[in-house]
Each structure stands twice: as structure tokens, then as C-alpha cells.
């Protein structure tokens, strides 16, 4: 099967899984085998809010987290970017992230994958920044998703402390509107209640009118046919 031709839809693993090993094999540093340790790097957590490495890509691989290649390509390429983001230029660390970066299409294609370079997901800070915001935003439940996504294409330039007031009065906003949904939910039940014995007592009513009516019709019928014995007589 020609290589290039190998669709990107769905994952081949054993292809995959060396892919991995050639990448181990070439990460003379180890510093992609596991992951970083927040005690031997200190301050790495505070910089890199996605973490990648290739015993995890290895594992996700094995236990069928990923459904295509371009998944697993999505990964060595996050990892490759944490790296580049973390150390500093002309470092070893930064250096070899680098020679990975140009590296391993090439790897790929001896372990019978197609990536393509351009179609590979490398989020940038302003990206997870605004990815953050919004798993934040779900979280908390305080507000929905398209009022984050419209917020957050507004706000771009506004200052930190003028957005939290913002934010703020939205929620309080929020808050007095529900409270005023209920109060006419309540009201509006109220009023139907009345309706109900309103029509109740018509029917009432009207069930008495006509019975009156037909004892006033045997009343008129009785003095009749007594007339009707009189004249006889």
C-alpha cells in the first residue's frame, strides 16, 4: 500500500506504535519518554497547561484512546510545542525539540504513516487561554457557552478589572432574573386556580337555575289540570 495514500481517518496502530519507538529511540535527552516532574522542573506546570509525552502517547495508543492518526500526530506535536514554549532558546532541551520538529514527518513515513505538517493542531497560548476560560466557565455553570464565546470576542482589549465587573453584574443580573421567572410562575398559577372556581361556581349555578325552572313547570301543570276538574264538575 502506497504510504502516502494511507487515509489520516482512522488509526493504524501497529504503524503508530512505531512511530513512537522510532521517536524514543531518537530522543537522545530522554526528555520526552514520561512525564515532566514538577519537583525536578519547578515552575513547569505554571507554563505548560497541557503536558504531553511519549509513554502517554504510547499508552493512549494501547488502550484505544485515539481514533485516527491525526490524533496521535496531535500529540507528538503538542509535546514537541510545550517544549519549544518551556526552555530556553539555544538550550539542548530547545535545540532537540527542534531537530524533532523537523524530524518526525520523516519518522512517520518509515513507520508507514501520512501526517501532513499542515493540517497538525499546535495550540498557541492565546489558544489555551481561551480554551481554559471556557472549561472554566462550564464548570462553574454561571454562564452558558455562547455568552463566553461573544464575551470573549468582545473583551479582547478591555482591562482585567473592567471585564470582572462586567462579569459580575452579569451574574447578579442573572440571578434577579430567575428569582423574577419564579414570582410570575407562582402568580400565574395563582390566577388559574381562580378561573377554575370562578367556572366552577357558573356551573353551580346554572345547575340550580334550571332545576328551579322545571319544579316552577310541575307547579303551573298541577293548578291547570285542577281548573280543568272544576269546569267539569
Not at 27 to 50: C, I, K, N, R
Not at 99 to 108: N, P
Not at 175 to 204: H, L, P, W
Amino acid at each position: 500500500m502506497d504510504v502516502s495514500k494511507r487515509p489520516r481517518e482512522e488509526l493504524h496502530k501497529e504503524q503508530c506504535l512505531s512511530f513512537v519507538k522510532k521517536l524514543w529511540a531518537a530522543d537522545t535527552l530522554a526528555m520526552f519518554h514520561y512525564p515532566v516532574s514538577a519537583t525536578e522542573v519547578p515552575g513547569y506546570y505554571d507554563v505548560v497547561e497541557t503536558p504531553m509525552d511519549l509513554s502517554t502517547i504510547r499508552k493512549n495508543i494501547e488502550q484505544g484512546t485515539y481514533r485516527t492518526d491525526a490524533e496521535v500526530e496531535n500529540d507528538v506535536v503538542l509535546m514537541l510545542s510545550n517544549a519549544l514554549d518551556f526552555n530556553e532558546k539555544g538550550s539542548q532541551w530547545h535545540d532537540l525539540a527542534k531537530q524533532f520538529k523537523k524530524q518526525y514527518l520523516t519518522l512517520a513515513r518509515e513507520s508507514g504513516l501520512s501526517f501532513d505538517a499542515d493540517q497538525a493542531f499546535i495550540p498557541t497560548k492565546k489558544v489555551r487561554d481561551d480554551e481554559s476560560t471556557l472549561r472554566k466557565a462550564e464548570k462553574k455553570g454561571e454562564e452558558k457557552l455562547e455568552d463566553v464565546l461573544q464575551a470573549m470576542e468582545k473583551d479582547k482589549e478591555i482591562p482585567l478589572e473592567q471585564l470582572r465587573a462586567m462579569y459580575a453584574r452579569r451574574t447578579t443580573r442573572g440571578k434577579a432574573d430567575q428569582q423574577s421567572s419564579d414570582f410570575s410562575s407562582g402568580r400565574g398559577n395563582d390566577d388559574s386556580d381562580e378561573v377554575v372556581s370562578s367556572d366552577e361556581e357558573d356551573t353551580s349555578d346554572s345547575g340550580s337555575g334550571s332545576y328551579d325552572t322545571e319544579e316552577d313547570e310541575d307547579s303551573l301543570d298541577s293548578e291547570s289540570a285542577s281548573k280543568d276538574d272544576d269546569d267539569d264538575k
